[in-house]
Every structure is written in structure tokens, then in C-alpha cells.
């Protein structure tokens, strides 16, 4: 059974800090993994999406990696801002099952100006 | 293009209610799937549809139920609401109903059962 897990659970920096997330998960037979943004009482802002014969992926601020063997994603965040501020959760496509994702818990971040 | 729409946004209903959660997809996106995000937790897979049909459910009760129509909009029904339920609920559409496509979320509907 796939388990997907998110550490740290909660993270405070001051502004400017470059900072990484990690996502690991049980079972490397995967799809695709897909990084997350939720600001609180929100819906969910796709930020990256990692094929699985993918190693990384960029988008401006955010660069996402993908080791399938070790069973590791980061998510890289660069400069950190106020604005980023949020719950950031990964998300993985089982190849057994790629109907339907499986998620972490998130990892709840705070950018202090 | 628009993005993938949800209604109502907040709702409170009692235990033994029915209710019916809407969602219409991105422009041209064929898939819908919906999720329960309870507080503080990831979302949990309900089920997918894929060109109006069920395309996958995950360990819901059958009370958890679904339509999705032509033009791929989405219902979610759920009757005989229990506490439990209280939860916001997600859609999510996407292009390719194998999961391979990047998922698109709502804002989501927040249901709470009283």
C-alpha cells in the first residue's frame, strides 16, 4: 500500500531563506507526483508536475525533483516570500492504480517579513 | 479558459440530509475528480469520472454517489449525511482520464453536517 509522507510537518523562515520540502513515498511504481499549494479554507493550486521518467521539473521560484528509486521528492522553494506562505502538499499517481492520487498530510509553511 | 468552478461554496446541513455538490470542469478537460479534504488532513480519492462514466472509486460508502454530464460537468450526491461528512470537498479535472494529466482543483464546497 502506497503511504506518502511530508516532513517537516510545519515550517517558519524569515523572508529570503531558500528552503526545501520533502516528500517520500513507500512504493517507487509510480505515475507521476504532482507538488501542491493550499492557502487556508482553500482549493488547491497545482504548482509542478513530475512524470515519472521525469528527474525535475522549474517553474520560476520552484524547482521540484523526483528520485523514483530512493523513493524522494523536493520541492526547492528560492528566495522565499511573504506570499508564499501556505500548505504545500505532494501527491502521487500509483502506476497500480492512476486513478486516483495519494497524498501526504502537507507541510505547512510561513515566510515572516 | 475557465477555470474549474464549484457550488456552493459553504453549506450546513443536519444528519440525514442529502446534499449535492456541482462542479464544472476546465474548458476541454474530460475527466472530474472529486475528493473530501477533512481539517487537517490530505484529501481522500471518492471517485473520477471519465466521459460520463465512473472511471475508479476509492473506499467511500455508497451513499457516496456521482453523475457527470456532456458537456462533463459533475455532480457529487451524498445522502444520509453523517457528522462525519463535514469535510470540504474537491474537484479536480484533468485532460487524460489515466491519471497521466496534471489535475486542476476548485475552490472546493464546504460541507458541515450538524
Known amino acids: 500500500k502506497q503511504e506518502v509522507t511530508q516532513i517537516p510537518a510545519a515550517l517558519s523562515v524569515p523572508e529570503g531563506e531558500n528552503l526545501v520540502l520533502n516528500c517520500s513515498f513507500t512504493d517507487s511504481a509510480i505515475y507521476n507526483l504532482q507538488w501542491f499549494r493550499q492557502d487556508p479554507g482553500k482549493g488547491l493550486t497545482s504548482l509542478l508536475l513530475?512524470?515519472?521518467s521525469q528527474r525535475e521539473q522549474t517553474s520560476g521560484r520552484l524547482n521540484a525533483s523526483l528520485d523514483k528509486s530512493s523513493g524522494r521528492s523536493t520541492l526547492y522553494i528560492a528566495a522565499s516570500q511573504p506570499g508564499d506562505s501556505a500548505t504545500y502538499l505532494c501527491a502521487v499517481g500509483h502506476a497500480g492504480n492512476n486513478r486516483k492520487l495519494i497524498w501526504g498530510l502537507g507541510t505547512s509553511l510561513a515566510v515572516n517579513p | 479558459e475557465t477555470g474549474v468552478t464549484q457550488s456552493p461554496t459553504h453549506l450546513i446541513k443536519t444528519r440525514g440530509q442529502q446534499v449535492t455538490l456541482r462542479c464544472s470542469s476546465q474548458s476541454g478537460h474530460n475527466t472530474v475528480s472529486w475528493y473530501q479534504q477533512a481539517l487537517g488532513q490530505g484529501p481522500q480519492f471518492i471517485f473520477q469520472y471519465y466521459r460520463e462514466e465512473e472511471n475508479g472509486r476509492g473506499n467511500f460508502p455508497p451513499r457516496f454517489s456521482g453523475l457527470q454530464f456532456p458537456n462533463y460537468s459533475s455532480e457529487l450526491n451524498v445522502n444520509a449525511l453523517e457528522l462525519d461528512d463535514s469535510a470540504l470537498y474537491l474537484c479536480?479535472?484533468?485532460?487524460?482520464?489515466?491519471?497521466?494529466?496534471?489535475?486542476?482543483f476548485g475552490e472546493g464546497s464546504r460541507l458541515t453536517v450538524l
Open positions: 513530475i512524470q515519472s
Open positions: 479536480a479535472s484533468s485532460l487524460d482520464g489515466q491519471g497521466a494529466g496534471e489535475l486542476f
